[in-house]
């Protein structure tokens, strides 16, 4: 009997292939990959593949070779108030509360309108790009301006619909903010790049009746609820002064802790609070720039990564930071973890790269989407340069990823397979109207 001769396949069109020489796919962890390539078609990932492989199997219409370059998931930037770009500078070297009542908050109510949103927010999703953050987090006034800015860059946001007891230019009350909110989150509902947060400030500025309400809405919405908690120590003693109990136990009593909960510094974490927010399958968003900035302390990370607890990084606004830079984040967070437990392999450098991307999405809900490099999520990448003569020797990319590298080394961002940045430029953004827009309004505050 003759065998059935079967012609090898032909190889399957598609649009892109990436051939880097390392990929850290983040899922499987711990793994760095050399000799790879990253197939990509009409936006999504269809394999990750051994280069020899990748070339037999697909036919790309396109072919990008990153020689001495490491490709890995964009980076999530879990809290920031984007629009805050416009104050960077405006008042340092103050602790928060000073910070926030005798400039903050007074320049937002002279200037925070939908013009200063949109302007701040564009600076910031430029500024993001550059450093290889394709996803952001964001808790701001006016969130269909910061829309507008978001869906110009070509970014993927989670805009906060945020909630606070005083009245702004945005809105008069809570329930303004809420309603306000809700509003632009059903009106932007068919934008495949955003998503949404409910956003209560923080346990001082939102009263129980509005934490009830927004516990309700979570719920029946299934979105995220982002807010600061546990900042200062502050913040605590106020709390027991005014409701008997510590922030994160009133948050637990209304019935806010849970899966939806993203909870923003937690710098003052007792080893009770930590095992609750295990419990309650609750995330966190570490600043660590910020809280050193603002010298609000250093939150118990090791601890918390030893109970299991999801976090990600986030930058906060470039007015307590300076900077929108991951890469500071990802650095400070792994240096902190170790000083503060004496414990030098606290939060190593594939753990951190864990939280700065899947940990990230995994708080917003997008973890089925993107924050790692399995075929069927999104394209969200960015490759890093680590050949340069002032980076060498490497020994093992991931480590220099938090430990050397910058966001001066990042060469090109992708958002669902559309490359965004590249050569230090964004491709949807004019560098020119972002000094524009940065000198009116440094025109503006300053007068």
């Not at 701001?140 to 970014?155: C, I, K, R, T």
């Not at 005083?166 to 809700?182: E, H, I």
Request: charge should be negative; include cysteine.
């Amino acid at each position: 009997m003759n065998a059935t001769f079967s012609p090898p396949a032909a190889p399957v069109e598609i649009d892109h292939l990436i051939r880097p020489s390392w990929i850290v796919p983040i899922e499987p962890a711990g793994i760095t990959l050399t000799h790879h390539s990253l197939a990509i078609d009409k936006g999504n990932i269809v394999a990750l593949l051994p280069d020899a492989e990748a070339l037999q199997r697909y036919r790309p219409r396109q072919v990008t070779e990153l020689p001495g370059q490491v490709l890995l998931p964009g980076l999530v930037n879990l809290h920031t108030h984007a629009a805050m770009s416009l104050l960077r500078g405006f008042a340092d070297d103050l602790p928060l509360m000073r910070w926030l009542s005798e400039h903050i908050w007074p320049a937002e109510a002279k200037h925070a309108d939908a013009g200063f949103v949109r302007a701040g927010t564009l600076l910031a999703c430029a500024e993001m790009l550059r450093g290889g953050v394709t996803t952001f987090n964001d808790m701001y006034f006016f969130p269909e301006a910061a829309a507008e800015a978001v869906l110009q860059s070509g970014m993927r946001a989670a805009l906060g619909l945020i909630a606070i007891e005083f009245p702004t230019r945005y809105a008069v009350d809570a329930d303004d903010y809420l309603t306000k909110g809700l509003s632009v989150r059903d009106k932007l509902s068919d934008k495949p790049l955003l998503s949404f947060c409910l956003a209560p400030h923080a346990p001082y500025t939102v009263a129980d009746k509005t934490f009830e309400k927004i516990a309700t809405l979570a719920a029946q919405l299934e979105v995220p609820i982002h807010m600061h908690v546990h900042e200062t120590m502050h913040e605590v003693e106020e709390s027991l002064k005014l409701h008997g109990v510590r922030p994160i136990e009133r948050l637990r009593r209304l019935g806010l802790l849970g899966p939806q909960m993203i909870a923003v510094h937690t710098v003052h974490l007792e080893p009770a609070e930590i095992e609750l927010l295990a419990h309650e399958g609750c995330h966190i968003a570490h600043c660590p720039t910020s809280n050193m900035k603002l010298a609000s302390g250093i939150p118990p990370m090791a601890a918390a990564q030893a109970r299991g607890l999801n976090f990600g990084l986030g930058t906060d606004g470039a007015a307590s930071n300076n900077r929108l830079d991951m890469f500071h984040e990802i650095r400070h967070a792994a240096l902190l973890a170790k000083v503060a437990s004496l414990d030098a392999e606290a939060l190593g450098a594939h753990a951190v790269l864990h939280a700065a991307t899947l940990g990230g999405a995994r708080a917003l809900g997008l973890e089925a989407k993107i924050g790692s490099l399995l075929p069927g999520k999104a394209a969200d990448l960015c490759a890093v340069k680590l050949d340069e003569w002032l980076l060498q020797p490497c020994y093992d990319p991931a480590s220099h990823l938090v430990y050397t590298a910058g966001r001066e080394q990042v060469t090109h961002t992708w958002v669902a397979g559309k490359l965004l940045m590249s050569a230090g430029i964004p491709s949807q953004i004019d560098a020119s109207e972002l000094l524009d827009i940065a000198g009116l309004w440094h025109t503006r505050l300053i007068t």
